[in-house]
């Protein structure tokens, strides 16, 4: 069968990786593609990866379906809080559960729309975790976060901007892709957005509720992708969105988040969603969260992080979370 994806176990070894202890490099970025296999060729592969399978459907209730309720954004940065946080989505491939003797269940932390709020962004990317920075660009303190996570060896994503349901009263920001836009100027923009973090070893999209459901657009960009061998976060902020599927398509690695972890900005209410984070990374083997830099979001992570290793639970970057097609065949499960 065409497609074959499964999540990639290996043991943490960010602290080890020395090529994050270097200078920024000269743009445009000639090594973001060496650096990125470097770090999927360090993924041990499991043995004898099972044809993926769709994951069951949770047995938790879903949301009743209304008419259009797939077009509803399922987050996006300004949401209002007044709304209870949605359910986890469930991971979108058969995981491999660890082997016997491996200790403790990963999961992965981002933190988008870094690079605005400076005291926040900063503080977030000198966190004793692996957390993944997503950064958008052109912001004030865009540069400062990438130099500074690049330092202590974080792993640095593009933010990429996207047009969102609302749009055009609500605007993605500087570097976005709208609809309408021709398959080269959507390259050109992801390209000179990259051209602006060459530390990033992937992207992900910033709201993009209207535009990652639509496949051309997400082929453009994914031909971008393509050609700096990165990877690919789908924030899942549409539950319609195709992107993940079609970074499968163009052979490119990609990985889907489960749970937002601020939707509710109270340091409590992010506590929990992290301990859902934890849980859906039990069930499933492995589990991607997303929040933002909020200060409660930096309080509830910095009471969380102390006490994962006696939960066993560690945090990893999200490239442990890729999924391949590695004949690109352009389907997907
Ligand atoms: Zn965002």
Redesign the pocket.
């Known amino acids: 069968m065409a497609g074959v994806g499964y999540f990639l176990w290996k043991d943490y070894k960010g602290k080890e990786t020395k090529s994050h202890v270097i200078t920024v490099p000269p743009r445009p970025n000639p090594s973001a593609k060496q650096r990125l296999e470097q770090t999927v060729m360090a993924i041990k592969e499991p043995p004898a990866p099972e044809p993926a399978k769709e994951q069951t459907k949770p047995t938790t209730k879903e949301p009743s379906k209304v008419v259009d309720e797939e077009s509803r954004p399922l987050y996006e940065?300004h949401f209002s809080g007044k709304e209870p946080p949605p359910p986890p989505m469930p991971p979108r491939r058969k995981v491999v559960p660890p082997r016997t003797g491996e200790p403790s269940v990963a999961v992965a932390v981002v933190i988008?729309?870094l690079g605005f709020h400076a005291h926040v962004s900063k503080a977030i990317a000198r966190l004793p975790a692996d957390i993944t920075l997503a950064i958008l660009p052109y912001g004030p303190s865009s540069r400062e976060v990438a130099e500074i996570g690049h330092k202590v060896g974080k792993e640095i994503i593009l933010?990429q901007p996207m047009e969102p349901v609302e749009y055009p009263r609500i605007h993605p920001g500087n570097g976005a892709i709208i609809t309408g836009m021709g398959d080269g100027e959507i390259q050109t923009i992801v390209k000179q957005n990259l051209d602006y973090f060459p530390e990033a070893v992937g992207i992900n999209n910033?709201?993009g509720s209207r535009i990652t459901t639509q496949v051309a657009a997400m082929d453009s960009v994914m031909k971008v992708l393509r050609t700096r061998g990165l990877f690919f976060l789908d924030s899942r902020t549409s539950q319609r969105s195709v992107a993940f599927d079609r970074a499968l398509a163009a052979g490119i690695p990609a990985a889907s988040r489960q749970v937002f972890i601020d939707n509710v900005q109270r340091a409590d209410v992010i506590l929990s969603q992290l301990n859902q984070l934890e849980k859906t990374g039990r069930q499933h083997g492995g589990a991607i969260g997303i929040g933002h830099p909020y200060p409660e979001t930096l309080q509830a992570l910095e009471q969380w992080l102390p006490g994962l290793a006696g939960r066993q639970i560690r945090v990893v970057r999200v490239s442990h979370f890729l999924s391949h097609n590695k004949n690109g065949s352009g389907k997907s499960p």
Do not use: K, R, Y
């Open positions: 940065e988008d729309d933010h910033h709201m």
